[in-house]
């Protein structure tokens, strides 16, 4: 299907709201029924209309729509965070006496739900490294029921190979999920490379402003029945109309963004490549990546996010250039029009700073949509600070 209209079109019913372009806010919890059979009907099967806000919505519904296509699914369900996303995603497929075998490094509250909440009940995980496809697979025991995956994973930015351990998954009957966040459907298909669960969060690209949060997960229409059906109707973690109307308006000029950024990314990147005060850096398309081979072949693009790790014998070093960055802004998450910068030193008592880790020394930037130049030059008098 075509992006164009994905992203214009589909699942708009324009004269069911006056001509209306824009599509409206249904801000309504509930939906009423002319007769008791009808009310019957929506009761046997709520997926099958619209009965109460904390289910289906109609606002809700377009961007669901919109976004299942993206992914190339047959069916999305969208929530009000990509955490929420994770959650019912994991939750709704693992039961007591199984095994996740995950990617290490996972995002922060994916790897918090495996370590806190899901041992309670029985579920065990290990991570490794998903680089090694073989390594990696080879920790799949004899209950292993799920792989959780994210290519490119935060930070480190490393990837695995998608088809080769869906594949693997497939012929054991393992359920396999993948934080696609990185790229977005727009630079990487996982359903079509046979992977069970793309999610993403909708806060990041999607959404594009900075001002709302959302998550997708999509896949097949039996699997997003089964979870809408349970997790997500009983954890009532969908997203909320207004907050889908925002990523309806921010997916309008998704493609456009993505462009943005990625020329700009490239642009920041030659003059990183430059500055004396770096030691290396990670990005998943430049030839110097480490897995670039296995990244050209299965991302058709990368954008935003850049990890460089700084030379640097004490913490002043980095916290210097970090503050005097002003056009960068000093926060988490990324996605939007602003860029940003994230110490991992943040993250770590003062005192246990250690050079010699290089994880101490890494750094995080997020390209957003500003003048690369504007960016660059930024950079280079936060540089000159140190
Ligand atoms: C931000 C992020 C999430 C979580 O999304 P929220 O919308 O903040 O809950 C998950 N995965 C990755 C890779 C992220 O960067």
Known sequence: MD?????????????????????????TSNFSFPTVNEMRKAFEDEMGGYLYSRGL?????????????????????????????????????????DHILSVHHPYSWALHM??????????????????????????????????????????WLDIQDLKAIASFARSRGIITMIDNSYCTPLYQKPIEMG?????????????????????????????????FESEYLCVGSGIQPFNAWLLLRGLRTLPARIDRITAST?????????????ESFIFPLD??????????KQMSGACGLISFYMKAHKIEEIEQF?????????????????????????GIPVND??????????????????????????LQQAFESI
């Open 266 to 278: 490239i642009k920041v990147l030659e003059y990183i490549k430059s500055v004396k005060q770096i």
């Open 195 to 227: 992977i069970d669960l793309a999610m993403q969060t909708a806060t990041k690209y999607i959404g594009g402003h900075s001002d709302t949060l959302g998550g997708v997960l999509s896949g097949s229409s039996s699997t997003m029945r089964k979870i």
């Open 3 to 27: 992006i164009s209209y994905i992203i214009n079109h589909l699942g708009e019913e324009n004269e069911n709201y006056f001509n209306a372009i824009a599509p409206p806010i249904i801000q």
């Open 114 to 155: 495996f370590d806190k909440i899901l041992p309670r009940f029985g579920v065990t995980v290990t991570y490794a490294d998903g680089s090694d496809t073989e390594a990696f697979l080879s920790n799949a025991q004899s209950n292993t029921t799920f792989i959780y995956l994210e290519s490119p994973n935060s930070w």
């Open 322 to 346: 970090c503050n005097s960055l002003k056009s960068f802004r000093m926060a988490v998450s990324w996605g939007g029009h602003e860029s940003l910068i994230i110490p991992k030193c943040a």
């Open 287 to 296: 030839p110097s990546f480490s897995q670039y081979e296995l990244a050209s």
């Open 353 to 378: 700073f250690n050079p010699e880790n290089p994880a101490h020394r890494m750094l995080r930037l997020y390209v957003g949509l500003e003048d690369p130049d504007f960016l660059i030059k930024d």
């Open 57 to 97: 919505n109609p606002t809700v519904d377009i961007l669901r729509k919109k976004l299942a296509a993206l992914d190339g699914a047959e069916d999305a369900l969208v929530f009000n965070s990509g955490a929420a996303a994770i959650f019912a995603g994991v939750l709704s497929n693992v039961k007591s006496g």
